[in-house]
């Protein structure tokens, strides 16, 4: 089949040239159909083994120009990235064909291919590079997130499991980038995806519910909106007005938030009014609304949003207001220009359409301060996703240096990222700060309008705990940084103390033995060891003994005697050390080193997923653990896929029942009695608490494997007086 022969293609291509009519010339669109169809003749879609086919790139081209707003390089740098990859077309060609400049989004792209395959998550250290990737053109960034939006709109077409990670990985990381560019109705449709495929049963009950409301819920709109219009033709600007329901998601967080039903969250939608007016009356135009809005209805004035006088870091200016509308219900009002509405619609693509209007010194910051995390080489890749994540959702504090100077940090900053936030010295040299003309340590949270300078001390040096006084990024990488260096210093005076010493001693120092020593000290590493030297915490003299005593022979401890009469049989221990035939980790990995999790107690035969811990291994969670979300959520990238294999053969597993009853005569005997009975099941432990006529009962058991737990349940809940049984 040719491209030409291609339906889809040819509808999608056509469709793209048709709305944007001046994005290429007669003379340029026909290169790049010669160049795209050359590669397709040469190159079959069933001898490509490419991640994408051309009808998705062309999909991901519909985006990043109708949803994101990117111009020509993009288009062609998505194109043709791979044909440069191959070696098929230069970008020297690319360039001088088309008169445009792609080859640092190209290069970026290629770096992102080598890294991230489709069907795989990435692994932890490669966020660095990717990031790094990212933080050299934007422009990246955003090619990035249209080809995840494209994704998860195929998702169906993908396995479960591979269903699964794309869509925790869109919610974690893609769907915050997205709302760090300002790309607030991608960020949302990413989000509502996610949530589709990791919780199908939400996402339908909560469709279902705003779908059967729909007809009263236009009702309302209409009878808030109808009043409100004739006042707003009085202004004598061009505008629209309209009603728009919040996004699934969204919903779902407020109900998880506030622990309350669907049928109790009040602010299911928002008005949106759109003025079409010049710049120098946008303002003028948007606080005339805000008036007319507040005399109409009654505002909240703790719900006045004000991002018109100082806009956020990404661009996004709106006022926003909540008002008491009709039946007693509250109303959240977006006030905007068409300019302001392109801007949040398609984030930072659309902020350089009107560059020049407004500052972009924001995002260069936000860009700035992802480069300073990525250039501290002591930052492992967990610590560095937290700390980008960290950047991601900021809502912002503004203060001002006693010359009047503005800054922003994010919400929660304390005097001490104020500090770090203008130098990186001046936070080290640190002591306190002088706020609105009063003295305060370096803990106090910065407020809105707060007027701050820094106090500082020559002798003052960064300790651990500054760790947990910061809360911006640029910050904890700084103190981290100063830390190794003191640490290094420590590190190199303990060295040189030491070899002092063993001279004098006439001892050889040798550093295997030195290195033995540290670790038979507890010690993690041997800069740990002479650090401690440093500060004096070791005695040199037991030093000395300890090391002269490595090379002597040591005698076997005895073997413990245990008299028979004391002797009790204990359960056969868990052997969670990786056995290859009880649970496969990942892609059918055998032989890895898990530990089942303790939160949710996990057993032979349950959902499990694993989680990579930081100190190395695996620890094995149920699907439904209670911390699963949360783990989803902000370390999506350590989930690994984890099944039970074989026969749980030789393994016992502690499982805790709660047991609920009548406080009847007998009861708990007949319930251990049942238990006894059990050959495969043995009692490890019971307590039982009466009140009111009724017991509560926990009940600690050994079991093979979920067969074996399900079938005890259904006999303990036959026994006469039980009311429930469930498992803790």
Not at 302 to 321: A, F, Q
Request: charged content about 30%; glycine content about 6%; proline content about 3%.
């Amino acid at each position: 089949m040719t491209l030409q022969n291609n339906t889809s293609f040819r509808v999608l291509y056509s469709r793209i040239l048709h709305s944007h009519a001046n994005l290429f010339s007669p003379e340029e669109r026909k290169e790049l159909r010669a160049i795209l169809t050359s590669y397709f003749t040469k190159f079959p879609p069933d001898e490509i083994n490419e991640s994408r086919s051309i009808v998705d790139k062309i999909q991901i081209v519909e985006i990043v120009l109708d949803e994101i707003g990117l111009g020509k390089s993009a288009v062609l740098s998505v194109l043709l990235h791979e044909l440069v990859e191959k070696k098929e077309i230069s970008v020297a060609e690319i360039e001088s064909k088309f008169n445009t400049q792609v080859l640092s989004i190209i290069q970026g792209m290629m770096r992102v291919g080598e890294l991230y395959e489709r069907n795989a998550s990435l692994e932890t250290e490669n966020f660095r590079k990717l990031f790094l990737t990212f933080a050299e053109d934007v422009r990246v960034i955003l090619i990035i997130i249209a080809e995840h939006l494209q994704i998860m709109r195929t998702l169906d077409s993908f396995s479960e499991d591979k269903r699964q990670n794309i869509a925790r990985e869109a919610s974690f990381l893609y769907a915050p980038l997205a709302h760090r560019m300002g790309l607030y109705a991608v960020k949302t449709e990413l989000e509502d995806l996610s949530l589709k495929h990791t919780n199908r049963d939400i996402y339908r009950e909560i469709a279902h519910k705003l779908n059967e409301t729909k007809r009263s819920r236009d009702q309302f709109i209409n009878n808030f909106i109808t009043p409100l219009k004739e006042k707003l033709n009085d202004i004598g600007f061009e505008f629209s007005i309209k009603g728009r329901t919040k996004s699934i998601h969204s919903i779902y967080s407020k109900i998880k938030k506030q622990n309350t039903a669907f049928e109790n969250i009040y602010d299911l939608f928002a008005i949106r009014i759109i003025f079409d007016v010049p710049l120098e009356k946008e303002k003028a135009a948007c606080w005339q609304a805000y008036s007319i809005v507040a005399d109409m209805y009654q505002p909240n004035p703790k719900r006045l949003r004000d991002w018109l006088s100082i806009p956020k870091t990404n661009g996004y200016e709106s006022l926003h207001t909540t008002v008491l509308g009709p039946e007693g219900k509250w109303v959240e009002v977006q006030i905007r220009t068409v300019r302001m509405d392109e801007v949040a619609e398609k984030g930072l693509a659309a902020h350089w359409k009107y560059k020049g209007i407004k500052s972009e010194s924001g995002m260069d910051e936000w860009l700035r301060s992802i480069r300073e995390i990525l250039e501290n080489p002591e930052l492992n890749a967990v610590d560095f996703m937290d700390e980008f994540k960290l950047n991601l959702y900021d809502k912002e504090v503004f203060v001002f240096t006693p010359n009047g100077d503005l800054h922003k940090l994010p919400k929660g900053a304390t005097a001490l990222d104020f500090a770090f936030s203008i130098h990186s010295a001046l936070g080290c040299k640190c002591v306190g700060a002088k706020v609105n003309g009063k003295n305060m340590t370096i803990k106090y949270v910065l407020n809105n309008g707060d007027q701050v300078e820094v106090l500082t001390s020559p002798t003052q040096k960064p300790n651990p705990a500054w760790l947990n006084v910061v809360t911006t990024s640029k910050a904890k990488t700084k103190i981290r940084q100063a830390l190794k260096e003191v640490e290094f210093k420590d590190a190199e005076i303990g060295r040189e103390t030491l070899i002092r010493r063993f001279k004098n001693w006439k001892i050889d120092l040798d550093d295997g033995k030195i290195s033995r020593l540290a670790k038979k000290k507890g010690f993690k590493t041997v800069s740990d060891f002479y650090q401690e030297i440093a500060r004096e915490n070791l005695d040199m003299h037991v030093v000395r003994d300890a090391y002269m005593d490595l090379d002597k022979p040591t005698v076997l401890d005895q073997p413990e005697v245990r008299r028979a009469d004391s002797f009790l049989k204990e359960p056969e221990a868990i052997d969670t050390s990786g056995k290859d035939d009880v649970l496969v980790i990942g892609e059918d990995l055998k032989g890895v080193d898990f530990r089942l999790a303790k939160c949710c107690n996990p057993i032979y035969g349950d959902d499990v997923f694993g989680f990579v811990a930081v100190a190395g291994g695996i620890k094995i969670h149920k699907t439904d653990c209670p911390n699963a979300p949360q783990m989803i959520a902000r370390f999506g990238y350590r989930i690994v896929k984890a099944r039970w294999s074989g026969k749980s053969v030789g393994s016992q597993y502690p499982i805790t029942l709660r047991i609920v009853g009548h406080d009847d005569i007998g009861i708990v005997t007949n319930i251990t009695s049942l238990i006894s009975k059990e050959k495969s099941i043995l009692l490890r432990s019971i307590s039982i608490d009466s009140n009111a006529g009724l017991f509560q009962g926990n009940l600690t058991i050994m079991v093979n494997d979920t067969n074996d737990l399900d079938v005890i349940i259904k006999k303990i809940k036959v026994i006469k007086g039980v009311k429930s049984v469930s498992r803790s």
